[in-house]
C-alpha cells in the first residue's frame, strides 16, 4: 500500500512538472511570437536598417556603413500598396532619402532594389548643370556635401529641344544619349508633380535622376535618420 501511494505522489509530481514546463513553453513562445510581431511592424511602420551599397554618397557614406531609416516621417505605408497616410512632413531639398528603384521592367538589373540618394529638387523646380554646377531656379547651389573625383567635364553630344529632353528624361529613354554625355551638362528639366529629382553626392560616380528620370515620392521607403555602424561614424543624419 505504502508503495502504491509513493508511486501515485510521484506520477502526480510528473504530471505537475510536464504541466508547469508546458505552461513555461507556451509562455515563452506567446512572449516569442509578441517579439517578433512587435519587431515586424516595427520595421515595416518606423525604422528600417539600411547597408550603403556603392560608393555613390562618398564622403557623407562609404560602402558598408549601416542606417537606420525613419519610414513614417512621410507617411504610414499602407500594407500592399504604394500609398501612405499620415504624411507628417514633404520631402526637402537636401534630405537623404532611401528609395525602390523607380521601374517595373523586372529585366531591369536594378529592378527591386533599395537606392540611397539626395534630394536636390522637388516638383515643380527647374534644374540644370553646367559644367558640373547644380543649379535651382536659375540659382547655382551651393553643396558642400559633394565631391568630384573626375576632372573631365563632358558635353553632350547631340542637340534636343527643351521639350524633347524632359521628355525623354522623364520616361528614361536615353538609349540615344550615351552615358556621361549629360553627367555634367544636363537640362533644363522642370520636376513633374508627385515626383523630385535625386544625386548621389559623389557626383561623377553616382547613377541617379540625370540617368533614370525623376523619382516619384510613392518609391521614397524613408529619411536616412541614424548611422549606427561602425561605431568610429556614429552619428545622426540632418
Do not use: C
Amino acid at each position: 500500500m505504502l508503495f502504491g501511494a509513493g508511486l501515485g505522489y510521484w506520477r502526480g509530481r510528473d504530471k505537475e512538472r510536464r504541466e508547469k514546463l508546458l505552461h513555461d513553453n507556451l509562455e515563452w513562445a506567446d512572449t516569442g511570437f509578441s517579439a517578433i510581431l512587435l519587431a515586424s511592424l516595427v520595421m515595416f511602420f518606423i525604422i528600417q536598417a539600411f547597408k550603403i551599397p556603392s560608393g555613390s554618397m562618398r564622403m557623407t557614406f562609404v560602402e558598408g556603413d549601416h542606417l537606420f531609416v525613419n519610414k513614417f516621417i512621410y507617411g504610414v505605408p499602407v500594407p500592399f500598396t504604394n500609398k501612405k497616410f499620415f504624411k507628417f512632413k514633404k520631402v526637402k531639398s537636401g534630405e537623404i532619402v532611401i528609395f525602390r528603384f523607380p521601374s517595373k521592367d523586372k529585366t531591369n538589373p536594378h529592378y527591386g532594389k533599395d537606392f540611397i540618394k539626395r534630394v536636390v529638387a522637388v516638383e515643380g523646380q527647374i534644374v540644370e548643370i553646367k559644367n558640373k554646377v547644380l543649379i535651382v531656379d536659375g540659382v547655382e547651389q551651393e553643396e558642400p556635401f559633394k565631391q568630384h573625383k573626375d576632372s573631365r567635364i563632358y558635353n553632350p553630344s547631340f542637340k534636343l529641344d527643351p521639350k524633347d529632353f524632359q521628355e525623354r528624361w522623364e520616361t528614361a529613354n536615353f538609349s540615344s544619349m550615351g552615358g556621361n554625355d549629360i553627367r555634367d551638362n544636363f537640362g533644363p528639366v522642370v520636376i513633374p508633380s508627385g515626383r523630385i529629382m535625386v544625386m548621389g553626392d559623389n557626383r561623377d560616380r553616382s547613377f541617379d535622376s540625370r540617368y533614370w528620370g525623376p523619382l516619384p515620392l510613392s518609391a521614397i521607403k524613408g529619411k536616412a535618420l541614424l548611422l549606427y555602424w561602425p561605431l568610429r561614424r556614429f552619428r545622426m543624419i540632418h
